[in-house]
């Protein structure tokens, strides 16, 4: 099962960063990821606004490299580096082309083959210092 649960995970990160034409295949109806900001719908409707509304228009170049993946009944926590061209205004922050290369991990819960639910940290005050140098 762990393996499995990893696979997903995976699939998740290639699927946001492609297109997400076939997220509803990895995504629970009433998932919920508790970093986004409040007003996105639960479900892949929540996760395709996330990342074409807010992520997509901001930032370029976007590519997460997975660091590795440890898993564990349920739960799955992923360490990532998310690399992107800063290229339009975010967080009122008017956009200067500068890279962002920010670690952070990401926890899933599974249920049912799906991801049900999500958590993730990272440094906001380092995200913040890249984009404003």
């Given at each position: 099962?762990?393996e499995?649960?990893?696979?997903?995970?995976?699939?998740?990160?290639?699927?946001?960063?492609?297109?997400?034409?076939?997220?509803?295949?990895?995504?629970?109806?009433?998932?919920?990821?508790?970093?986004?900001?409040?007003?996105?719908?639960?479900?892949?409707?929540?996760?395709?606004?996330?990342?074409l509304?807010?992520?997509?228009?901001?930032?370029?170049?976007?590519?997460?490299?997975?660091?590795?993946?440890?898993?564990?009944?349920?739960?799955?926590?992923?360490?990532?580096?998310?690399?992107?061209?800063?290229?339009?205004?975010?967080?009122?922050?008017?956009?200067?082309?500068?890279k962002?290369?920010?670690?952070?991990?990401?926890?899933?819960?599974?249920?049912?083959?799906?991801?049900?639910?999500?958590?993730?940290?990272?440094?906001?005050?380092e995200?913040?210092?890249?984009?404003?140098?």
């Amino acid at each position: 099962m762990s393996e499995e649960n990893k696979s997903l995970v995976r699939s998740y990160y290639d699927e946001v960063m492609g297109g997400l034409d076939s997220v509803d295949a990895l995504i629970a109806d009433d998932f919920v990821d508790h970093h986004f900001p409040p007003d996105m719908p639960p479900g892949p409707a929540g996760v395709r606004k996330f990342f074409l509304e807010l992520v997509g228009p901001s930032f370029s170049d976007i590519v997460i490299d997975i660091d590795f993946l440890l898993a564990e009944g349920d739960k799955v926590d992923c360490h990532f580096t998310f690399r992107a061209t800063h290229s339009a205004d975010f967080a009122d922050v008017i956009a200067k082309g500068n890279k962002i290369a920010l670690p952070a991990i990401s926890t899933f819960r599974i249920e049912e083959g799906k991801l049900a639910e999500a958590w993730e940290i990272f440094d906001s005050a380092e995200f913040m210092r890249q984009l404003e140098a």
